[in-house]
């Protein structure tokens, strides 16, 4: 009975989403004020007021953290890309194009999509992370015509190498947590993660024929080539240059090389369209650089930098994306002599991201009051020491239930593998494959987060359709799922041979 309503915050929040009364800030309230009494009258130990003071300072913190890359992400889209030009309704709640449907071929679109969902949306979520590749994808494809619906599950699709977003910092923090190179950790996250691709690309290949740009098996042959070339570089990307530049080092060639196979450009078009993503091209090189070169990077940490809480992120103003889109807007209004419209395009994007922004705060404040309160390390220890090395077929239910929850795998990481390391080593099972199944499994399934989803939603102009998102996503998690758990079964069987 104790664990069942320990797990109320959670169950209740899965019900709100599932049942489409509700939309994720609703949700994340519910699921808040469940855990709040629950972690107060039912928490393994006394949980008085300080404490719960604390963790929601922290959650708080977390969200003040997370908030900018949303908010100066909108703002950034919407003065880069629309060139600030008026809207017809006043206030508007949600990005709309300033264009008509682009008049192309099926296989021209496809292919544009294929491009957006795979290679530059990784490619800017490994440069900043926080979902910013959501907006690179969305950015490419929103004048095409497409389905609000299917424009969200295009944006997620861009999530799929998440384990090296934002610099891999995720990675680099479970490397830590599980004593590992960072390295080592990431070369063994590439195997569940690319059994992952599968899905995704399966995924992908679902929505381009509800959306009308069904194509051959052998584009989809292509494209499964090209994901798989991309794996291939990336892996050997990780293993010379560490994981924190490796996708961009990966996919920066590979993007110029897909462009130019399936768009061939004339020389004017090529430098039309170079001066018309400028602002991105040079927002993206400039956070690539100031992460690449160490003495730059090291600098711009130190200046300016808050840390209230010694175990969750500073805030480096001078290095922070959130900060170099809002100040990549300003930037871009002042070039264009168009400073006049960002009150309003501010307002914009407020009213469209606020969603979004509320639901960081209040799933993270959720997360750390279980935390806090011992209930989530209660779980972790009664399910280990229940189901000894087996416990790690738990690990992709637990661990991406947590991802799913707080669209991060750092509460899961830094719950979960400590103990999982420790039970590796005494059942005599890989450490590295442990962990990377820990990492993995709270990470990337991450896909299906609320907070992700309420995200999607605003940038593709879907609010109100997460229902039908998740109507389409559904038997894909559970797939994802299987082969995680399937990941784990492999680890015991080669622990146990040898």
Sequence with gaps: MTYFIWSLPALIVLAAIVSGRANATVASVLGLGTAIPVAIFYGPGPFDAAQLTQALLRGLWIGVVIAPYILGGLLFWQVAASGFKARQHAGATQLRSTT??????????????????????????????????????????????????????????????????????????AAAYANL?????????????????????????KTARKAGIGSSVWEGFRELLWVATGMVLLLVATRYLGPETALLAAYGPLIVIRYLLDVRPARNEAWRIALKISPYIILIGGLAVTRLVPVLKNTLTTLGRIAPFDNLPAWSPLL?????????????????????????????????????????????????????????????????????EEAILITPILSGMFGVLTNSGNPANSLFLPP????????????????????????SLGFFSPIRMSIAASLAGGR???????????????????????????????????
């Design 464 to 498: 109100g359709q997460e229902k039908g998102a998740y109507m389409t996503l559904f038997p894909f998690a559970l797939v994802a799922m299987v082969l995680l758990i399937g990941f784990a079964m492999s680890i015991i069987a080669v622990g146990t041979l040898n």
């Design 181 to 205: 190179p960072s390295t080592q950790l990431s070369m063994y996250v590439a195997i569940p993660v690319s059994l992952l691709m599968l899905v995704w690309l399966s995924l992908f290949w």
């Design 320 to 388: 922070h994306a959130g900060t170099w889109l809002i100040g990549g807007a300003l930037l871009t209004a002042i070039v264009r002599k168009q400073t006049h419209f960002l009150k309003k395009e501010a307002k914009s994007a407020w009213f469209t991201g606020q969603h979004a922004v509320l639901t960081v705060f209040l799933f993270s404040m959720m997360a750390e009051v279980l935390a806090a309160s011992g209930i989530s390390g209660q779980f972790a220890t009664a399910t280990f020491n229940a189901l000894s």
């Design 420 to 443: 999982q390391v420790a039970l590796a080593v005494q059942a005599g099972l890989s450490v590295p494959a442990v962990a990377a199944l820990q990492h993995v499994s709270g990470t």
């Design 100 to 173: 008509k449907p682009v008049a192309m071929t099926s296989i021209a679109k496809r292919r544009l999509v294929f491009f957006a969902c795979f290679l530059i949306g990784p490619f800017a979520e490994a440069a900043t992370g926080f979902g910013v590749g959501m907006l690179g994808t969305i950015m490419l494809l929103r004048h095409l015509g497409f389905a609000p619906l299917h424009l969200i599950i295009f944006a997620l699709l861009s999530q799929s190498l998440i384990p090296w977003g934002a610099m891999a910092s995720g990675t680099l923090l």
